[in-house]
């Protein structure tokens, strides 16, 4: 959990804990909160789970439930404010279902607006904190990046179970992005309850 180095971002989250209802695990959780764009591809909040913070200082997402497209596996980022951001997640067979026809064809456009969450629990204080997060509640302006010639945007044809006890079927959607031209995101980042950091995420040279 947390980072990698010191100018890394990486989370590693348990995305069956999020799905799961025992309220006495701990674990960092994350949620694929938004997710607009690339030519009408907008992805529905079909996905209800209980939100294991729900107490004061949670500022992001309040209350009992969290409503989120998918689960996060993992958000990696390096740190430099026009650096890529990588996403695991896992959605819907709906969710799924939208995305294998979108990037079935050409697509129209490269451009979209996300927002993700991550809260993680401090053992030593006992207590949840927010460790990566969109201020302001405010969407990322993002382009789906390349590499070599590839858009880096995958969903897998295969359904992973939740467990062996609940029969939920979810389906793991990767992507990549970069900061879109001209804009700039501020991300908040938190290694603990009291350690916070804020980020600029912007393509070079924009001002």
């Given amino acids: 959990m947390g980072t990698t180095g ?3 971002f990486d989370f590693d989250c348990d ?13 960092t959780v994350g949620y694929l909160l938004f997710w607009s764009g ?15 913070f729900n107490a004061p200082g949670q500022t992001a997402v309040t209350g009992k439930k969290i409503a989120c497209i998918g689960l996060l596996e993992s958000v990696r980022f390096s740190g430099e404010e026009d650096a890529p951001m990588r996403f695991v997640a896992y959605v819907s067979q709906g969710a799924a279902a939208d995305i294998r026809s979108k990037i079935g064809r050409p697509l129209t456009s490269t451009t ?3 927002s993700f969450y991550v809260i993680a629990y401090d053992d030593e204080k006992k207590q949840w904190y927010e460790a990566a997060f969109s201020k302001d509640k405010k969407n990322m302006d993002a382009n789906l990046d390349t590499t070599g010639g590839e858009l880096q945007i995958f969903v897998s044809k295969t359904p992973t179970r939740i467990s062996d006890t609940l029969d939920i079927k979810v389906y793991r959607f990767e992507f990549q992005v970069v900061p879109a031209k001209g804009k700039t ?3 908040e980042f ?8 804020v980020k600029q995420w912007k393509s070079g040279g924009d001002a």
């Fill in 112 to 114: 979209l607006q996300m």
């Fill in 185 to 187: 995101a501020t991300l």
């Fill in 190 to 197: 938190a290694l603990g309850p009291t350690q916070r950091l």
């Fill in 15 to 27: 995305y069956r804990f999020g799905f799961n209802v025992d309220p006495r695990g701990k674990a």
């Fill in 38 to 52: 690339c030519g009408g591809l907008n992805l529905k909040k079909d996905i209800e789970v209980w939100n294991p």
């Fill in 6 to 8: 010191d100018n890394n």
